[in-house]
């Protein structure tokens, strides 16, 4: 059956020449994204080189299946020494297996560092592993790594190509040859690259937030040398507490969180919702969320300006009981000195806690929030094109009477 087939059949040649145009984007989108500072387009592009690889690796594992059940051709010319036709067999090996593992790295990178993938802006894909920082930069070393042996491995490629060509001219050329159509996808490919670097170079140069520098030399200001209020008893067991934020960028959502709230005022009897009074404060700058260039960018004038405002705080009196513990808190949420209305569905158990003999409350809930009618996110950010308006805070606090 071999000896009849001429050329690389029609399935394999598409798979090849839609392959080769996709991996150049990802060089390209890869090598530049990653020195932009964090602005619009630097999530745009981090987004369109996500789907691109997770397009490759789907096209990869087609492409491997195919492999098995089609036949190649059958190879003329003069006979290539054995060690040659090892080297290429590596090779090729090497290429199948680097498509595979460089896009699953790249997945547990975004997975690792908190971001969700969602395909095209369309189908959400599972995170692979939970957040986990250390990891996820060990992670985006191997990728570039992985991506560097690719680089080496079609450059070897390639030169095995002209050598079948012009020494022992066998027509394997010939045979995978490109389309107009795959030559087209080749040239606009390199065109967009070319475009995209000159556009953001050029045109449009991106501008690091001019303060920026000046929160990396300093300590983020620390406001809670205490966690105990002046006015209650209650303290925040900062371990188990967290108020956690995550907004959506490009239909992606990614979650971070402030890790230190002080419970500044708190009365509250399961009897008496309509007596109760809450006061939380948050401590801006204990914000984390996994890539210290974002943070600081948050923590940047144009987002919570953190060294104008340190705290944010969220007040609500006179709770509304919904039953079965569940408690809706029409109160105001102040950043940056703005205060809007923010309603925060709870559910608050209160009880005594045997093994400490202590009064302890548990609060946990959701509310939604605008980011704009703070102003958090200005300039190219005012706009929700690439991140969203609406941001879900996600509380979980713990306290314990005193
Ligand atoms: C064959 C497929 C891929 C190739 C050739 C490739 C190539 C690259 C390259 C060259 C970089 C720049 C490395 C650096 O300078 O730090 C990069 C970065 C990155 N890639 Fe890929 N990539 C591929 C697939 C993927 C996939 C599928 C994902 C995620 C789903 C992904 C996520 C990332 C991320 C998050 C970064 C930034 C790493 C960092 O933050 O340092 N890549 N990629």
Redesign the pocket.
């Known amino acids: 059956m071999q000896d009849q087939v001429k050329c690389y059949n029609w399935l394999s040649r598409q798979f090849h020449w839609l392959m080769v145009p996709l991996?150049l984007c990802?060089?390209v989108l890869?090598?530049f994204?990653?020195e932009l500072p964090v602005s619009e387009l630097k999530l745009t592009l981090?987004a369109w080189?996500?789907w691109i690889?997770?397009t490759?690796?789907a096209l990869v594992v087609f492409r491997l299946a195919w492999r098995f059940v089609s036949f190649p051709p059958k190879s003329e010319g003069p006979q290539v020494p054995a060690f040659i036709h090892l080297l290429a067999k590596v090779g090729h090996i090497g290429l199948y297996l680097l498509?595979i593992v460089?896009?699953l790295i790249?997945?547990l990178?975004?997975s690792t560092a908190g971001f969700e993938?969602v395909l095209f802006e369309v189908l959400p894909l599972p995170n692979l592993m939970s957040k986990d920082e250390a990891f996820s930069d060990v992670l985006?070393l191997l990728?570039?790594l992985g991506?560097f042996a690719?680089l080496f491995l079609l450059i070897g490629h390639i030169g095995a190509v002209v050598l079948h060509h012009k020494v022992w001219q066998d027509r394997i050329l010939q045979k995978m040859a490109p389309s107009f159509v795959h030559m087209g996808l080749l040239a606009g490919a390199l065109l967009a690259g070319i475009g995209l670097i000159v556009y953001s170079t050029v045109i449009n140069p991106p501008q690091a937030a001019p303060e920026l520098a000046e929160i990396q030399q300093q300590d983020k200001p620390g406001v809670f040398q205490t966690t105990k209020s002046a006015h209650t008893q209650w303290v925040v067991d900062q371990k188990t507490s967290k108020l956690e934020f995550t907004a959506t960028q490009k239909s992606s959502p990614t979650t971070g969180v402030f890790k230190s709230l002080l419970l500044n005022r708190l009365k509250f009897d399961p009897d008496a919702p309509a007596k109760a009074k809450v006061e939380v404060i948050v401590d801006v700058a204990s914000l984390s969320l996994g890539t210290q260039m974002i943070e600081q960018t948050l923590l940047s004038s144009s987002w919570f300006d953190v060294q104008a405002h340190q705290t944010a705080k969220f007040y609500a009196e006179a709770f509304e009981s919904l039953g079965a513990n569940k408690y809706r808190l029409n109160g105001t949420l102040t950043i940056k000195a703005i205060s809007k209305p923010l309603t925060v569905d709870l559910l608050i158990i209160k009880s005594n806690d045997e093994k400490i003999k202590k009064e302890t409350i548990k609060a946990t809930g959701k509310a939604i929030m605008s980011r704009t009618a703070y102003g958090i996110g200005q300039g190219e950010w005012a706009s929700t094109q690439v991140l969203d308006d609406e941001v879900t805070l996600t509380i979980d606090i713990h306290a314990i009477k005193q």
């Open positions: 991996i990802l060089f890869g090598l994204m990653t981090y080189h996500k690889g997770i490759v690796l498509l460089i896009p790249g997945w990178r975004s993938i985006a990728h570039k991506a690719l």
